[in-house]
């Protein structure tokens, strides 16, 4: 097993960064050992950047989020009504808002309108 580590101080934290190269077949294995150990070393810490500045997830920031709303922020951004948008697509302003709302998934498939 070949290791490669790269420690590097920002502010009070160190920044430990490493490779480890295994074989084909091990890297399950020693993939879930490693999120297993770190699990144990970051409990009640969080991840940093480069500034030591705490990570969070999308979930965690957004736990309500889907990709409706992204759709509502393009909307909003090229400053379309729902009507707008739906004469692009070809399809209702009624399944525009659905989609939005998160009350239908977004696919690459055309609706019946």
Do not use: C
């Not at 490669?4 to 934290?13: A, D, F, H, N, S």
């Not at 739906?86 to 989609?99: N, P, Y």
Request: aromatic share 6%; glycine share 8%.
């Amino acid at each position: 097993m070949l290791e490669r580590v790269k420690t590097r101080t920002i502010g009070e934290l160190a920044r430990i960064d490493f490779s480890v190269t295994v074989p084909v077949q091990q890297a399950a294995l020693v993939t879930e050992a490693l999120n297993s150990l770190l699990a144990l070393a970051w409990r009640g810490a969080r991840p940093v950047n480069e500034d030591g500045e705490e990570l969070y997830t999308f979930e965690e920031v957004f736990p309500e989020a889907h990709p409706g709303m992204a759709l509502r922020g393009f909307r909003g951004k090229m400053d379309m009504t729902q009507e707008e948008l739906a004469e692009r697509l070809g399809i209702k302003q009624t399944r525009v808002s659905e989609l939005e709302s998160g009350q239908r998934a977004i696919s690459k498939k055309k609706p019946n309108a």
